[in-house]
């Protein structure tokens, strides 16, 4: 069996069986977990390979998630930097954030195998409460793992789950914190896998997750993709940018300009946590990806101001474009973050998440570096919104003052 998709067949295309992306990816898993991936593998194609299932899932997105998204050509912002900015809209989608369209996708497939649990991880607690919003749309019971010390820091969004039906439940092993809470969320997956679904909020872990939450998310591309052709007069944009975390967002809207377009891609991971650019290829949470690590392969806590981007990996479709140059790989520290979210506050009137403030940060400073020349056209997708990170961004800022 082949495990090479980069021969022959689209960049991002369907891994096949063994789920690899060049040298990474695959199914690192317990052998007791091998039936279940393989089970959601098998349901996975057949209802995305079924005009039903996807007619189903395009109305949801549509009549309660609020897609399509815009994409907002930034007049201010282009004048100011130079370059044509243009964003694409995940913030305004229900929840505020891309996240959803993968926990509607995966809501939606779990009802379709008869599974009528869902559970997941969390770390700073948005996947948590994205997944407990897909359960409460289905009717399904939600438990949500989130380690004990973000439990603490981020209790606001505890009790958000929480009014949403959801148990959440601290997990104390480890560093209590995301890495812990994905171990758990699996051990907990193999007891209980007759009637649960395990929820993976980014496109990490064992095949099928890498490719089917990158499925799930290629709506954000394939919409920009068109809403850029009516806006750049039939063209592509020049660039496209994306935060990465574990790079849902990002592989979400470069699948709709990575096969055809010479549009090029750009990731911006945290500085703290930049897991392609600082990362080693290792094992982790069922696959083989760039993962930040010691010497002696011990995981390290991934440090940023944005909790979403603060997982010590990368998905491994991520570490395979970056291995074939299609995308490149960057970094933004803390500081040029808090700068850009300032920025597009006052230019636009639009505040963005943390996370996304990282992909608009490296714009920033690639315009000013002539990295990104005059009057290029320049994609960012803005993951999600900033309304949940301006208590933090006050205590930074008068913390200053
Ligand atoms: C969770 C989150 C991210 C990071 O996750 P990816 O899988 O890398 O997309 C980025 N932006 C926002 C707004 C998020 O909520």
């Known amino acids: 069996m082949t495990t090479d998709t980069t021969s022959s067949g689209p960049i991002m295309g369907d891994p096949g069986p063994t789920g690899r992306f060049g040298d990474f990816g695959g199914r690192y898993v317990p052998e007791a977990l091998v039936p279940a991936c393989i089970e959601l593998e098998e349901a996975f194609r057949g209802a995305w390979a079924d005009s039903g299932f996807r007619t189903e899932l395009d109305g949801i997105l549509r009549n309660y998630g609020g897609r399509p998204t815009p994409v907002t050509v930034c007049g201010r912002l282009s004048d100011q930097l ?94 209590r914190t995301l890495k812990d809470a994905v171990n758990e969320a699996m051990r907990s997956w193999v007891a209980s896998v007759a009637d649960t679904h395990y929820c993976l909020g980014s496109v990490m872990g064992p095949h099928p997750y890498p490719w089917m939450v990158r499925e ?51 990731a911006v991971e945290a500085a703290g946590g930049a897991a392609v650019t600082t990362g080693i290829p290792g094992i982790l949470h069922g696959m083989r990806s760039a993962l930040i690590q010691d010497e002696e392969g011990q995981i390290l806590e991934a440090e940023s101001i944005s909790a979403g981007l603060d997982y010590p990996g990368i998905g491994p479709e991520h570490a395979h474009l970056a291995d074939l140059g299609r995308a490149r790989y960057v970094a933004a520290g803390d500081e040029a973050v808090l700068e850009a979210f300032q920025l597009l506050a006052r230019t636009e009137g639009i505040l963005p998440a943390l996370e996304s403030s990282h992909a608009l940060a490296w ?19 803005l993951s999600g919104r900033g309304d949940k990170d301006v208590a933090q961004v006050r205590d930074i800022l008068r913390g200053r003052a």
Do not use: W
């Open 82 to 175: 130079g370059v044509r900015v243009l964003l694409k809209r995940e913030d305004l989608a229900h929840t505020g954030s891309h996240k959803l369209n993968n926990v509607v996708g995966q809501g939606l497939l779990a009802r379709r195998m008869g599974k009528h649990k869902l559970i997941a991880e969390t770390g700073a607690g948005q996947h948590g409460v994205a997944t407990a919003t897909a359960a409460a749309l289905f009717g399904m019971e939600c438990t949500v793992y989130m380690g004990e010390i973000d439990t603490r820091r981020q209790e606001l969004n505890v009790f958000r789950m929480e009014l949403l039906g959801a148990t959440v439940v601290p997990v104390t092993s480890g560093s």
């Open 363 to 381: 714009v920033v400073a690639a315009s000013a570096s002539g990295e990104l020349p005059a009057g290029s056209s320049v994609l960012i997708n």
């Open 216 to 266: 799930f998310q290629r709506v954000i591309g394939d919409e920009a993709r068109e809403q850029c052709r009516d806006l750049l007069d039939g063209g592509d944009p020049d660039v496209v940018v994306a935060c990465a975390g574990g790079g849902s967002n990002a592989a979400g809207i470069f699948a709709g300009f990575a096969d055809d377009t010479s549009s090029e891609l750009v």
